[in-house]
Nanobody, 123 residues
């Protein structure tokens, strides 16, 4: 199983970025997908999750209305559209896959992880 996150970069506050997570080696439609992030010196935190067919989603409060998680089961890929980025969104962003339809905020419920992509937002 492989998850490959990409799309990070350096942007200014107020800008947008779209992260992509391409997967292989798993039955993608059987997995919920999630994004987590980890800022320097901080613990990894939940960002967003989407159930296996996209019927349910879950977001951390600070990104609601700014971030949108999506998936394309025909391409075995997930995405995170991030708008109105703020300096506090600076972190390494990880995509994760968890078997089943859950949209959990708990990292331990996701079995497979990508390598992370850096997002840096300057003020």
């Amino acid at each position: 199983v492989q998850l490959q996150a990409s799309g990070g970069g350096l942007v200014q506050a107020g800008d947008s970025l779209s992260l992509s997570c391409k997967t292989s080696g798993l039955t993608f439609s059987r997995y919920s997908m999630a994004w987590f992030r980890q800022a320097p010196g901080k613990e990894r935190e939940f960002v967003a999750a989407l159930s296996w067919y996209g019927g349910r989603s879950n977001y951390r409060d600070s990104v609601k209305g700014r971030f949108t998680i999506s998936r394309d089961n025909t391409k075995n890929a997930a995405a995170l559209q991030m708008n109105s980025l703020q300096p506090e969104d600076t972190a390494v962003y990880y995509c994760a896959a968890g078997y089943g339809s859950k949209v959990s905020r708990n990292s331990y419920e996701y079995e497979h992880w990508g390598q992370g992509t850096q997002v840096t937002v300057s003020s």
